[in-house]
Each structure stands twice: as structure tokens, then as C-alpha cells.
């Protein structure tokens, strides 16, 4: 397999390194939000659960901006949102503001969830799609085990806000930066690459090919 598009694979299935280390980085700063802010246990539960709400709908519209300016403009654009939303969740100074940018960390991680297992089987050559596309899911399990390792190691530091660099290391963690700088090209152009054509092209081809020759279909191009 060629390795430059292994390494494309491996950078993009860090979305879903993202997508756990989001959702569980939350459990170390969920009891002391509550006692900073005197949250009802309605407020208190709304506000944990604010990035799962927004990884919903990012799941269900992830794919207009990545149909709309491309797989990797999208994926770039993901990782600049993740790290913008956990730096601003880390230095909330009430639970509103922390809502908002927990929900718009939510959006992030769930249009990764959309966009980067799409994007690796769109490039990956049959052979491999299976393996490639369990890279994302890998990297999710992975996420979600150093979340906690790292609030374990985080516990008491910085004292009763401990829980703000335990958000605030997850949005500077390498694999944001690594994912901005390393996002690969456009799957339309890896063919000329890799020797082979993405998955959508194929199928594209075919149904173009059946609309040009269904009866009392016509074009006509200004001369």
C-alpha cells in the first residue's frame, strides 16, 4: 500500500481521537462546575450533556460543508473549531458561555464522525478500505482512555480549577495541530497518486453514463 496514503489515513482517523477525548474529558470537571456554579441538577446535567447534543447535529449536517468546500477544507476546519471550543470552554466564567462553546466542540467532533471515516474510504483501495476505516474507530477507544488517563494526572493541579486544563489540554493536544497540518489532499485528485480510483468515482461515471443515454435527454452548449 502506498505509505503516503496510509499516512493520510492514520492523520485523518485522529478526527475520531478527537471525538473520544471530547466526550470523555468532560468526567473530570463535571462535579466542580457544579459547585463553582450552584447548578441545579437540571443545569448541571444539561451542561455535561451540551457536547452530545451538539455532536448529533454535528453527525446529521457534517456532510453540506464537506460537500460544499471539499473533505479536507472540512477536516482543517473541524480541528481549528475543536481547539477554538475547548480553549473557550477552559475559560468559561459561567455555565452559559461553557454551554456554548461545549455545544459548538460538540459540532466539530460530530461532523469528524461523518467526514473522516467517509473521506478514508473514498481513498483507500479495496484491498485495504476495511482496515483503513477502523483506524477512525481506534483512534475513538484511544481518545476516550487518554482522556481519562490525562484528568488523573491533571487532578489538583491549578487547585479548585483543575478542571480547566483538563479542557484546555484536550483542545491543544497534538492531534488538532497534527490534523490542520497534515490534512491530505482532495480525494478526487488521488487517483493520479495511488493508481486507483476513490470509491464515489466509479459509480459517478456509471449513472452520468446513464443519463446521457435516456431517451429525450439533450445538451446544448453556448458556441
Known sequence: MNKRLALW??????????FGL???????????IQKLWGLSDWLHG??????????????????IPANK???KKTLIWIGVLFFITSIGAALSTNVYLFMFFRFLSGLSIGASSVVAPVY??????????GRMVLSFQLNVVSGILIAYFSNHL?????G?????WMLGVSGSSSPSSFQIQCAPAEPPSVASLTGFLPLW?????????QMYQAPGFSVSLPL
Open 9 to 18: 489515513s492514520i492523520t485523518v482517523g485522529l478526527g475520531g481521537f478527537l
Open 22 to 32: 471530547d466526550v470523555a474529558v468532560i468526567s473530570g470537571a463535571e462535579q466542580a
Open 46 to 63: 444539561t451542561a455535561i450533556a451540551m457536547a452530545l447534543y451538539g455532536t448529533a447535529f454535528g453527525a446529521a449536517l457534517g456532510n
Open 69 to 71: 468546500i471539499g473533505r
Open 120 to 129: 478514508i474510504s473514498e481513498i483507500a483501495p479495496p484491498k485495504y478500505r
Open 154 to 158: 491533571l487532578q489538583g493541579v491549578g
Open 160 to 164: 479548585a480549577n483543575d478542571w480547566r
Open 201 to 209: 468515482l466509479p459509480r459517478f461515471s456509471r449513472s452520468l453514463h
